[in-house]
């Protein structure tokens, strides 16, 4: 079963930038899309940034033109680049592989992000 685990998340003033890691245990290209997604208190969990297989991306509207999603198949590690952050920015976020035959999806242990002066 692979594994992946988050990193990068921390503490940063509005307006700043940090780049999350997901690392896989196996080979990334096994899923057929890997995704970001994010958890505030009090609040569900909701998709931030995903990517196929083939490299189509998609982005939630409130991180359009501000996140990034990457990845680094030799290194079977995915990324999320975040600018220009905003304290409503502040979660926990998970790392997602998503395979679709058998549906399956994998999850990280999550990494906190808190955006705050």
């Known amino acids: 079963q692979v594994q992946l685990v988050e990193s990068g998340g921390g503490l940063v003033q509005p307006g700043g930038s940090l780049r999350l890691s997901c690392a896989a245990s196996g080979s990334i290209s096994s899923f057929n899309a890997m995704g970001w997604y994010r958890q505030a208190p009090g609040k569900q969990r909701e998709l931030v940034a995903t990517m196929t297989i083939g490299g189509r991306t998609n982005y939630a509207d409130s991180v359009k033109g501000r996140f990034t999603i990457t990845s680094d198949n030799a290194k079977n590690t995915v990324y999320l680049q975040m600018g220009s952050l905003k304290p409503e920015d502040t979660a926990v976020y998970y790392c997602?592989?998503?395979?679709?035959?058998?549906?399956?999806?994998?999850w990280g242990q999550g990494t906190q992000v808190t955006v705050s002066s």
């Open positions: 997602k592989g998503i395979s679709w035959s058998p549906r399956v999806d994998y």
